[in-house]
């Protein structure tokens, strides 16, 4: 559920981080992405009316359950146009998927810029100054946390790349945005707490010496975008109903796991209670032998004094008695 909040609010904060522009010559159309699971509507667009875009909704990681969306949009000579590049996740301190320990700590926007310059193999130009929009982000982050209470905290940060490289044999120029944010959530009663962070890049690109030009039209792509609410609801749900069902299984194994734990410990206890009753059976078994004999000691004993008791000539006085000296 935090996840699929955080995504919705990240694509929110983009969009209001973003000044709002006058329509484009040409006018505009819009275009959806249609989420294939749920066969409806989960984001629209308004791009230039020349223009193509193709768009989808991808599926979240395992370190976030929540979708996002990706596209691309560009003029007819492919030349200028803007990408939504799929979400990055992360999670700590506790994961045991290599998939989610990419870093074990927040990171700045301009950390990940820098990883993903290397990553997309652009040459890098220069750091852009967006002060403005990082301070109304933060803004709109201080409104969520009012929310949210003392249960989860949201940090962000964005930073803007310049770089630089070659299409088609030509020079172009594009942007490289980051948008980092992580959310803390504290669990209730266990003192302890986690963190998961997702990164969103956004690549904005015109021949070299035009990107300040089409900068007006990015922002009104930025602007433009619309989540369905209808849509978001129902991933809500799906995603609530298989945290559900993962709780459920997981209890379930926790009950089987207790289940066997105490048929052991009464396995173990049955045979202490065993072998503590066979070496009662066998002390008491050696005291009878031990008392046997002792009997059987003064048995004899009593039998010679009354049987071979002797006279004053020290000759016995039963005649069946043997002659002897001393008592046996």
């Known amino acids: 559920m935090i996840g699929t909040a955080n995504i919705a609010t990240a694509i929110a904060l983009i969009a209001a981080s973003i000044p709002l522009a006058s329509a484009q010559p040409g006018g505009t159309k819009r275009v959806e992405i249609v989420d294939r699971v749920f066969n409806r509507t989960a984001y629209t667009y308004a791009v230039p009316a020349t223009w193509s875009f193709q768009g ?3 599926p979240g990681t395992r370190c976030d359950a929540s979708p ?6 560009s003029s007819q000579d492919g030349m200028t146009g803007e990408y939504f590049l799929p979400r ?13 320990a990419l870093w074990r700590q927040m990171i700045s926007a301009r950390e990940f810029l820098t990883f993903m310059v290397g990553v997309l193999r652009v040459g890098f130009v220069r750091e852009e100054d ?4 990082i301070a109304e982000y933060r803004r709109n982050i201080d409104k969520m946390n009012a929310q949210f209470g003392p249960t989860m905290t949201v940090r962000g940060d964005m930073a803007k790349f310049l770089v630089r490289y070659e299409l088609n044999g030509r020079a172009v120029d594009e942007w490289v945005s980051a948008l980092v944010q992580c959310s803390e959530s504290v669990v209730a009663g266990m003192r302890s707490h986690f963190f998961r ?7 904005q690109r015109a021949p070299q010496g035009q990107l300040p030009t089409a900068a007006a039209m990015f922002r009104s792509i930025g602007k433009s975008a619309v989540i369905d609410p209808q849509w978001n609801q129902q991933w809500n749900a799906m995603v609530i109903q298989r945290i559900n069902d993962m709780y459920a299984e997981q209890t379930r194994r926790l009950f089987e796991i207790g289940r066997l734990a105490q048929a ?7 045979e202490f209670m065993a072998s503590t009753q066979r070496g009662r059976d066998l002390n008491q078994y050696r005291f009878k032998e031990r008392m046997y004999a002792k009997q059987h000691a003064n048995d004899d004993r009593v039998d010679y004094i009354l049987d071979c008791q002797r006279d004053e000539n020290g000759r016995p006085m039963n005649r069946s008695c043997p002659d002897r000296q001393t008592a046996p």
């Open 197 to 203: 962070c997702g990164a969103y890049t956004t690549r």
């Open 130 to 133: 967006i002060s403005g929009d």
């Open 88 to 100: 990055v996740d992360w999670f700590f301190p506790n994961t045991t998927s290599p998939e989610c």
């Open 68 to 73: 996002s969306p990706v596209f691309r949009t």
């Open 56 to 58: 989808a909704v991808i």
């Open 264 to 270: 052991e410990r009464t396995r173990q206890h049955q």
